[in-house]
């Protein structure tokens, strides 16, 4: 019998997928990325919001760098780009993603997490990007998502140093959204998943898909695809239901 490596729930509109390694701290061997893959290539039709968590005491420790000792270079180039396809659909897919975070985020962990859209920590959280210690370069996406969000002169200090953020570090960096109390980021996300699955889907896809890239373009050009989007999300009539009810309760006052 094959190894479960990710474990997926559903309840209602929201999908939970879990890394299933606690063992190995749910490092990321080849296996566990593609069964990562799988689970989010099966999200259930009408699922309005997908949470992310890990088993064990630690949401990912990053690469396993035991798969990893002998590549060829264009082997790890590949490699690198699987990384880059399977975060993109997770940043990228359309529905919102919370990740649920505790323990170890770290390196290729760190690199998931900031593919997703919230992120919420508990206090034994802790950041790192260890590559310099190994002598390698990140392959996942950090270049970009996490020197996006800490800048990229800290995100090479981190990378040289080895150091270690702890949970208020990464609070105030933007490396989480919501700080917790132990135990309570599973909570929180679920929390959070229930009130964005309110959303109109169509708006949820828009600033999962659009926001990102508007960021990667020129002013000019982020204004234009702006108004594009809001033309497409603006206009539906799911729209005009939801803005015509909240204008409805507004009318009627304040309640007693």
Same mark, same amino acid.
């Given at each position: 019998?094959?190894? $479960?490596?990710?474990?997926?729930?559903?309840?209602?509109?929201?999908?939970?997928?879990?890394?299933?390694?606690?063992?190995?701290?749910?490092?990321?061997?080849?296996?566990?990325?593609?069964?990562?893959?799988?689970?989010?290539?099966?999200?259930?039709?009408?699922? %309005?919001?997908?949470?992310?968590?890990?088993?064990?005491?630690?949401?990912?420790?990053?690469?396993?760098? /035991?798969?990893?000792?002998?590549?060829?270079?264009?082997?790890?180039?590949?490699?690198?780009?699987?990384?880059? %396809?399977?975060?993109?659909?997770?940043?990228?897919?359309?529905?919102?993603?919370?990740?649920?975070?505790?323990?170890?985020?770290?390196?290729?962990?760190?690199?998931?997490?900031?593919?997703?859209?919230?992120?919420?920590?508990?206090?034994?959280?802790?950041?790192?990007?260890?590559?310099?210690?190994?002598?390698?370069?990140?392959?996942?996406?950090?270049?970009?998502?996490?020197?996006?969000?800490?800048?990229?002169?800290?995100?090479?200090?981190?990378?040289?140093?080895?150091?270690?953020? #702890?949970? #208020?570090?990464?609070?105030?960096?933007?490396?989480?959204?919501?700080?917790?109390?132990?135990?309570?980021?599973?909570?929180?996300?679920?929390?959070?998943?229930?009130?964005?699955?309110?959303?109109?889907?169509?708006?949820?896809?828009?600033?999962?898909?659009?926001?990102?890239?508007?960021?990667?373009?020129?002013?000019?050009?982020?204004?234009?695809?702006?108004?594009?989007? /809001?033309?497409?999300? $603006?206009?539906?009539?799911?729209?005009?239901?939801?803005?015509?009810?909240?204008?409805?309760?507004?009318? $009627?006052?304040?309640?007693?």
């Amino acid at each position: 019998m094959s190894e $479960q490596l990710v474990r997926t729930s559903q309840d209602g509109n929201i999908y939970t997928i879990a890394l299933a390694r606690p063992a190995k701290r749910n490092a990321v061997s080849d296996r566990l990325l593609a069964a990562l893959e799988a689970a989010f290539l099966a999200t259930p039709e009408g699922t %309005r919001a997908i949470i992310l968590s890990g088993d064990g005491k630690h949401f990912c420790a990053g690469l396993d760098l /035991a798969e990893h000792q002998h590549r060829e270079p264009f082997g790890v180039m590949q490699h690198s780009q699987s990384w880059h %396809r399977i975060f993109h659909r997770i940043q990228n897919g359309g529905i919102p993603v919370i990740s649920a975070l505790h323990g170890a985020v770290i390196g290729g962990g760190l690199e998931l997490a900031t593919a997703t859209h919230i992120r919420v920590a508990e206090p034994d959280t802790i950041y790192q990007l260890p590559e310099g210690r190994h002598g390698i370069f990140v392959g996942g996406g950090a270049s970009v998502r996490v020197a996006k969000i800490i800048g990229p002169g800290r995100m090479c200090e981190m990378m040289l140093t080895g150091r270690i953020l #702890d949970a #208020d570090e990464g609070q105030r960096l933007g490396l989480s959204h919501y700080l917790v109390g132990e135990g309570e980021s599973l909570a929180k996300a679920q929390q959070l998943a229930a009130r964005v699955a309110e959303n109109a889907p169509m708006a949820n896809w828009a600033m999962c898909t659009a926001i990102a890239r508007i960021d990667n373009m020129a002013s000019d050009d982020g204004f234009f695809v702006e108004s594009l989007t /809001a033309a497409l999300t $603006q206009t539906s009539p799911e729209v005009a239901e939801r803005i015509g009810a909240f204008l409805e309760r507004k009318g $009627q006052g304040p309640r007693t």
